[in-house]
């Protein structure tokens, strides 16, 4: 993890992982978890995985598992030096419920999140349906953009 200056100006990308998972991550696949450009911080996809169990595990109910993934992002951000305060843009990727409606408890619990963190701040969001995630049992993958610093909306 690295220092993140919050006057900083640099056009430079800034590489951080969580510690944890996101560090297994980054040794077995090659990735981060989040880059940083100036005010700007971008993401990857995460997802409801426990960061102290052997990977993959996911919570068995799908609500707990979409809290996690929160938690998870709140994490990466973190290490970025933002918040979710700071967030601009929300993808999110759900494996239905049932087939052709990805399914009232995705999109309930992630607007609870979304009012429970964010306050009063409304990002734009896509949230697509897909077939399968990264891993087995996991249904749901999220990935943010935020904006910190002097350059917040």
Do not use: C
Request: charged share 25%.
């Amino acid at each position: 993890m690295h220092e993140v200056n919050e006057k900083a100006t640099t056009t430079q990308p800034q590489f951080f992982t969580t510690p944890g998972h996101g560090e297994r991550l980054q040794a077995e696949t090659r990735y981060s978890q989040a880059v940083r450009i100036g005010d700007r911080v971008e993401i990857s996809g995460q997802g409801g995985w426990h960061s102290d169990l052997p990977f993959p595990t996911f919570p068995e109910d799908l609500e707990a598992e979409i809290v996690q993934t929160f938690e998870n992002i709140e994490r990466t951000l973190a290490a970025a030096g933002a918040t979710w305060r700071d967030v601009i843009s929300v993808n999110s990727y759900h494996v239905p419920e049932s087939p052709g409606f990805i399914g009232e408890t995705h999109n309930r619990v992630m607007v609870e999140q979304f009012r429970e963190r964010m306050g009063d701040r409304t990002p734009i969001w896509t949230e697509i349906g897909v077939p399968a995630l990264a891993a087995p049992k996991m249904r749901v993958e999220i990935r943010v953009t935020a904006i910190t610093g002097d350059s917040r909306v």
